[in-house]
Nanobody, 126 residues
Framework: QVQLVESGGGLVQAGASLRLACGAS????????MGWFRQPPGKERELVAA????????YYADSVKGRFTISKDNAKNTVYLQMTSLKPEDTAVYYC???????????????????WGQGTLVTISS
C-alpha cells in the first residue's frame, strides 16, 4: 500500500553528519507514523526515531537523543533523519518504515510498521 525508498547513506568519519531521506508513495494519505530503524551487523533491528505523520510528535531511542533529529515534509511525502556527532557504533543498515493504522504512541516495535524501505548502509569509521 505504501512504498518507501531511502537515500543518503554512506561512509563518513566519526564526528561527521549525514542526512537520510525516505520518500513515500502509494497510499500516503493513510500513513499514521513513520520511523527509522537500524540493524547493526549481527544484531537485531532497533528503532532509532519515529514521527507521527499528522499532528507531530516524535520519539527517539536513548542512544541517539541529542544527536539525531527526525523531521518530515508532508507535501513531499518525505521523512528525514539528520544524524550528527556520528559514532562507530551508529554503523548499521538504516531502514525507513511506515505504519498506516492508528496506534498508541509512541510506536517502537518493528512489527507495528507494515511498510519498509530497502535500507541504506551507514558506515562510521573511527
Amino acid at each position: 500500500q505504501v512504498q518507501l525508498v531511502e537515500s543518503g547513506g554512506g561512509l563518513v568519519q566519526a564526528g561527521a553528519s549525514l542526512r537520510l531521506a525516505c520518500g513515500a508513495s502509494g497510499r500516503t494519505s493513510i500513513i499514521y507514523a513513520m520511523g527509522w530503524f537500524r540493524q547493526p551487523p549481527g544484531k537485531e533491528r532497533e528503532l532509532v526515531a519515529a514521527v507521527r505523520w499528522s499532528g507531530g510528535g516524535t520519539y527517539y531511542a536513548d542512544s541517539v537523543k541529542g544527536r539525531f533529529t527526525i523531521s518530515k515534509d508532508n507535501a513531499k511525502n518525505t521523512v528525514y533523519l539528520q544524524m550528527t556527532s556520528l559514532k562507530p557504533e551508529d554503523t548499521a543498515v538504516y531502514y525507513c518504515a511506515a505504519r498506516t493504522g492508528v496506534a498508541s504512541w509512541p510506536i517502537v516495535d518493528h512489527w507495528q510498521f507494515g511498510s519498509w524501505g530497502q535500507g541504506t548502509l551507514v558506515t562510521i569509521s573511527s
